[in-house]
Nanobody, 120 residues
Framework: QVQVAESGGGLVQAGGSLKLSCQPS????????TGWFRQAPGKEREFVAA????????NYADSVKGRYTISRDNNKNLVYLEMNNLKPEDTAVYYC?????????????WGQGSQVTVSS
């Protein structure tokens, strides 16, 4: 299994930017992706973005497309989530997952999450 650790969350004003980092530990199948999910208070965890091991294939939720960018630096063993033009509805705990199945049908262990709070 691929363990993960998230960092980089914080408090930001609406319209601002924030960059999260995910440090995976372990190996998985090459067809599996690494990505980000988020969970707002009282709501279910939802998909945000994913990236394959090469960094050349990405997926985004419609709600963040054009504002968020997922990337990775395998030399540094890090996966990033750049968040721009943040909105109050982006407020959530953001979780990284290092073993997302090809059809998003399976997941690896979750990290502790990183709180992102966007004020109006």
């Amino acid at each position: 299994q691929v363990q993960v650790a998230e960092s980089g969350g914080g408090l930001v004003q609406a319209g601002g930017s924030l960059k999260l980092s995910c440090q995976p530990s372990g190996r998985t199948r090459s067809s599996y992706k690494t990505g980000w999910f988020r969970q707002a208070p009282g709501k279910e965890r939802e998909f945000v973005a994913a990236i394959d091991w090469t960094g050349r294939t990405t997926n985004y939720a419609d709600s963040v497309k054009g504002r968020y960018t997922i990337s990775r630096d395998n030399n540094k063993n890090l996966v990033y989530l750049e968040m721009n033009n943040l909105k109050p509805e982006d407020t959530a705990v953001y979780y990284c997952n290092g073993e997302i199945g090809p059809q998003f049908e399976a997941f690896g262990p979750w990290g502790q999450g990183s709180q992102v709070t966007v004020s109006s």
